[in-house]
């Protein structure tokens, strides 16, 4: 079985600030992780993924994930919020036999302020 | 390529209608997935496919079927509509378990 949790339902930042989503997963098996973006209205779209190797995964935007084994954790981080990145995340994790399905965590809001 | 298609892109059901809504992939992906997104509540898996004429339950598969004939195409049929399943459910696929999932736009579902 595999679970994600993603600890804050809302995040308020002001612009130039810190960027910091918290991601917890659980896997019966070495995972690989996710975060997705999704803009209001549309769909989801890749930020970066966790497979295997470098544990400090680098993706679009600004936007980095570390993969911490001995926390359960992929954190997203980015060091200056700018107010584009207002929008919902959602980190995921494949996991189990096959890896055949993403998991998604329930998601958190970024809001940007000026 | 057009990537993740859905239609109808909205719809509106009376309690106890049927309906199915259609997905296709051009990128030749062998992993399909429907997903529902309800607010707080993120995404949550209904079925999946790991190629044509294989199937799978997810988190929440009671009151949907699904089939999968060709590698392109994977509908999600309703059987009778209920009030619980508005929401906005989402097609996506990918070529691998490493690879990208890319997702349809969309089709937001209200049962009355």
């Known amino acids: 079985a595999q679970s994600v949790t993603q600890l804050g339902s809302h995040v308020s930042v002001s612009e130039g600030a810190l960027v910091l989503l918290r991601c917890n997963y659980s896997s019966s098996v070495p995972p690989y992780l996710f975060w997705y973006v999704q803009y209001p209205n549309q769909g989801l779209q890749l930020l970066l993924k966790?497979?295997?190797?470098?544990?400090l995964v680098k993706g679009i935007n600004g936007f980095e994930a570390e993969f911490k084994k001995s926390e359960t954790s992929f954190h997203l981080t980015k060091p200056s919020a700018h107010m584009s990145d207002a929008a919902e995340y959602f980190c995921?994790?494949?996991?189990?036999?096959?890896?055949?399905?993403?998991?998604f965590g329930s998601g958190t809001r970024l809001q940007v302020q000026p | 390529n057009a990537g993740v298609t859905q239609t109808p892109k909205f719809q509106v059901l009376k309690t106890g209608q049927s309906m199915t809504l259609q997905c296709a992939q051009d990128m030749n992906h062998e992993y399909m997935s429907w997903y529902r997104q309800d607010p707080g509540m993120g995404l949550r898996l209904i079925h999946y496919?790991?190629?044509?004429?294989?199937?799978d339950q997810g988190e929440v598969p009671n009151g949907y079927n699904v089939s999968r004939s060709t590698t392109e195409d994977f509908p999600l049929r309703l059987l009778s509509a209920a009030p619980s399943q508005t929401s906005v459910y989402f097609c996506a696929s990918r070529k691998g378990s490493t690879d990208t999932q890319y997702f349809g736009p969309g089709t937001r579902l209200t049962v009355l």
């Open positions: 496919s790991v190629g044509a004429g294989i199937t």
């Open positions: 995921a994790v494949s996991g189990g036999t096959g890896r055949r399905a993403l998991t």
């Open positions: 966790y497979t295997t190797g470098a544990t």
